[in-house]
């Protein structure tokens, strides 16, 4: 019939089957083949029921994300490939539809296994319509169709919130009409042949009875618009997907099919949808690694030398993607306090119903504890998370070069210390490498894979395949002070502590940030990482600092008052005991009115927009100069980082994507005058400054070109 679709048949019902690897994407190919398909099923007389599967590990996955990105940026069709009369056509064949979902059946997916007339899914499938994490809504009548199948207030659930139901949920629903315990093709025929001989079969467009009336959904309509402007600020899209809700409410089933496509052009159209869809894509593209060995070694058995914040956090992620781990510690208590942040770390899973108790168990049998470097002989990977000191990672190394087989990979979680310089304690430099995970390092997607100068590229290989099997994102990065993420949000830091100086407060510039979409703001992460932590950093690389250069002044205060965050309960604001929320605090207030008064800095109003723009153009100029040094190799890779670690918004794309949407020459423009006022520390980066003369911009940027 076509290369990804063919049919057969089975006995007296006609199975179409989807071979489209990986995901069977709903591509044009894929759509013109079902079209062919179902018009020869149709009036076959050989078969009295249609099933329609896909080979490999999912049903359809989703539309294909290039077509909709082409789409996105000016090419093509202005609302996506359309498979109106694709649906129309399964929908209106004579003999029952049975789709027979596995895997995860998501967006396009799912609208399509909408128009047919029953579902049956594997016990562990899980489907749902994600659109709104790229900016859109569902494209496909599915907006019209869920509410129909599963009512009004399941819809904007799924549509607002973007987060998959599995089998058991969707059956509870009404998404799905069976769960197909054993081989789900065969219980999708068994089910089919059920069907048959029933009459016309009933097509989800003429099914009101979960509709109601218009006012009786209005409660449900205002808590979705709550729940969109709580858990996703800013963003457009899940308000279009509530608007198409509310037409498959109020409008016949074509009016409210014609109202959806308006949206979505509208959608896709849009700055926050071509955001998310680079967002998408620039974390694929960090994936691929380029002159590395593809058939790197899986990990076996894993140790993890140091069982304290990151260590108990890593070895956690380790066991939880099947991977046994020796967790060594210097000190007997700080390792028995490990393995119970570790059974914490379970239990909390258990009591929220994502883990059986079985699981558990299992999972703590594949942790084996124990003090010194014992055993670690055969471990094919280690991950050094020892305190934050060259001189003890240096002897650590230098002993486990001595005990670890030749072929592992031995690498360390520091966030601040030159890979180089550790890797100098081995005799095999080019098996050293950084992983740099983020706390909690179990929770937490990011994870920076730090290239030494002589790192083997089997070596990286081996870790960024890691990485994926712990189901995070991998990002390759260079050996420079503080690495990408963090390098870039030093300056950020500063920046914020020279806006306070110079009359703005702490809660205000933090509010100012989260208005910008910042998950959080940047005192509150300095007091939630610890003032300490930051301090010591700032005390590495003081005698970096150059002479007359403008430094920070209230930091070295908050430290010597003990005020380290909400360890203590008071940092850059007061925390009440037990809970975590930032309390502004008139004391730090006047602290750095005073200090400011001290150097002579003169207070003025600061306005949200200046506090905006100097954190995040100070960002952009160091990661223009990362970028121009190497140290990174894509603009993508470093908006992916921020989007994965920094709670940067999706919907603006990353650091780098935000500068090309405002303007290279605007933003450079900007620093310099920001270089007149205040000095050395603004200096443009020479990349900004070749980018604004050529005309060109980040999204160009590839190492080389
Ligand atoms: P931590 O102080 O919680 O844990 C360090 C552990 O190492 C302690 O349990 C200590 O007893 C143990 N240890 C010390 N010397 C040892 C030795 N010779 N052999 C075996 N164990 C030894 O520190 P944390 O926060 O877990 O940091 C560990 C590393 O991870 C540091 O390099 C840090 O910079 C890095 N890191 C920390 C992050 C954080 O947010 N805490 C984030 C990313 C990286």
């Not at 940047?522 to 003032?531: K, W």
């Amino acid at each position: 019939m076509s290369d990804v679709v063919r049919a057969d048949l089975e006995g007296d019902v006609a199975v179409i089957n989807i071979d489209n690897p990986p995901v069977n994407a709903l591509s044009t190919a894929v759509a013109d083949g079902l079209r062919a398909a179902f018009a020869a099923v149709s009036g076959d007389g050989r078969s009295r029921a249609v099933v329609l599967a896909c080979a490999g590990r999912t049903f359809v996955a989703g539309a294909d994300i290039r077509e909709l990105e082409a789409v996105a940026e000016g090419r093509g069709p202005a609302g996506g490939p359309d498979v109106h009369d694709l649906l129309t056509a399964v929908e209106d064949c004579p003999k029952p539809v049975v789709m027979a979902m596995h895997g995860t059946t998501l967006g396009g997916g799912l609208e399509l296994a909408m128009a047919g007339h029953y579902r049956v899914a594997a016990p562990d499938a899980s489907m749902g319509q994600p659109e709104v994490n790229l900016g859109i809504i569902p494209g496909a009548e599915g907006s019209q169709r869920l509410p129909r199948l599963v009512g009004v207030e399941a819809a904007i659930e799924m549509l607002v919130g973007g987060r998959p139901v599995r089998a058991a949920q969707a059956l509870e629903t009404g998404l799905v009409d069976r769960i197909v315990e054993g081989p789900l093709l065969d219980g999708a025929v068994q089910f089919a042949r059920e069907m048959a001989g029933r009459g016309a079969p009933p097509r989800t467009r003429d099914r009101n009875d979960k509709l109601a009336s218009p006012d009786a959904h209005a409660g449900a309509f205002r808590a979705g618009r709550e729940m969109a402007a709580a858990t996703r600020k800013n963003e457009t899209a899940p308000f279009f997907a509530l608007e198409a809700l509310e037409a498959a409410v109020t409008l016949p089933f074509d009016a409210g099919c014609r109202r959806e496509k308006d949206l979505v052009v509208r959608c896709l159209a849009s700055d926050q949808a071509r955001a998310m869809i680079h967002g998408f894509f620039a974390e694929r593209a960090a994936a691929k690694i380029p002159g590395i060995p593809e058939d790197a070694p899986d990990v076996g058995q894993a140790a993890v030398i140091g069982a304290g914040t990151m260590g108990a956090g890593i070895a956690t992620a380790l066991v939880n993607a099947g991977i046994p781990v020796r967790l060594r510690d210097a000190s007997p208590e700080a390792l028995e306090r490990g393995v119970v942040t570790i059974r914490k770390n379970f239990q909390r899973r258990v009591d929220r119903g994502r883990m059986t108790a079985a699981a558990m168990t299992e999972r703590l049998a594949m942790v084996e504890a124990a003090t010194g470097l014992v055993g670690v002989g055969d471990a094919d990977l280690v991950i050094e998370a020892v305190f934050e000191d060259m001189g003890l990672k240096k002897n650590v190394f230098a002993e486990l070069d001595g005990i670890a087989p030749a072929e592992a990979v031995l690498a360390t979680n520091t966030s601040t210390l030159d890979i180089d310089a550790i890797a100098s304690a081995t005799r095999r430099p080019e098996s050293v490498i950084g992983l740099h995970f983020f706390s909690p390092a179990h929770v937490m997607r990011l994870v920076e894979i730090v290239r030494g100068e002589s790192t083997d590229a089997r070596v990286v290989a081996t870790a960024s395949r890691l990485v994926k099997r712990l189901r995070k994102v991998g990002v390759v990065v260079g050996n420079c002070r503080g690495f990408v993420g963090n390098r870039m949000m030093l300056p950020y830091m500063r920046e914020a502590q020279f806006l306070v100086e110079e009359g703005a407060t702490p809660a205000g510039v933090d509010a100012a940030l989260r208005e910008f979409g910042m998950a959080m703001g940047i005192f509150a992460v300095d007091d939630m990482g610890g003032i300490d932590l930051a301090w010591r950093v700032r005390q590495q690389y003081r005698h970096l600092d150059a002479p007359g250069v403008r430094a920070p002044l209230v930091l070295d205060k908050l430290y010597a008052m003990n005020r380290w965050g909400q360890k203590t309960g008071r940092g850059w604001y007061r925390y009440e005991d037990g809970d975590r929320t930032p309390i502004r605090d008139p004391e730090v207030e006047a602290l750095v009115a005073a200090t400011a008064a001290e150097a002579g800095i003169a207070r003025r109003d600061v306005t949200d927009t200046e506090i905006v723009e100097r954190c995040m153009y100070i960002m952009i100029n160091e990661a223009a100069r990362i970028l121009e040094e190497g140290h990174a190799a894509r603009a993508g890779d470093i908006d992916t980082i921020y989007l994965s670690g920094y709670g940067f918004p999706r919907y603006r794309g990353g650091p780098l994507w935000y500068a090309d949407s405002v303007g290279v020459d605007r933003v450079l423009a900007r620093i310099r005058e920001f270089h007149a006022a205040h000095g050395a520390l603004w200096t443009p980066a020479p990349l900004l400054e070749r980018f604004a003369a050529e005309g060109k911009n980040f999204a160009d940027f590839h190492r080389g070109r």
